[in-house]
């Protein structure tokens, strides 16, 4: 089975920075994609950034210059840097994976608490 794991979250001050892990595990055979989303309390799951099955990124706009997505393909593991955080980025967020295992689907993870507050 393919598990995602994330760890970082935590509370932060406005503009302060933060960096999100996530590690997938499990019989995995290829990642085909990679990436965070984030659910704010009422709000619909979103889009935040992702590496796309051709590698390339995508952002959403309002993280575009603040947040930085990276990989670590020896490791399974995706990153998110978060800098000058704003209390609107308060979420949780979430990994989410497209792997081939014994078949192709899409994980995620249990997702960690970012807390953006003075």
């Known amino acids: 089975q393919v598990q995602l794991v994330e760890s970082g979250g935590g509370l932060v001050q406005p503009g302060g920075s933060l960096r999100l892990s996530c590690v997938a595990s499990g019989t995995i055979f290829s990642i085909y994609a990679m990436g965070w989303y984030r659910q704010a309390p009422g709000k619909q799951r979103e889009l935040v950034a992702t590496?796309?099955?051709?590698?390339?990124?995508n952002y959403a706009d309002y993280v575009k210059g603040r947040f930085t997505i990276s990989r670590d393909n020896a490791k399974n593991t995706v990153y998110l840097q978060m800098n000058s955080l704003k209390p609107e980025d308060t979420a949780v967020y979430y990994c989410?994976?497209?792997?081939?295992?014994?078949?192709?689907?899409?994980?995620w993870g249990q997702g960690t608490q970012v807390t953006v507050s003075s």
């Open positions: 590496f796309t099955s051709g590698n390339s990124t």
């Open positions: 989410n994976a497209d792997i081939g295992t014994y078949y192709r689907g899409r994980f």
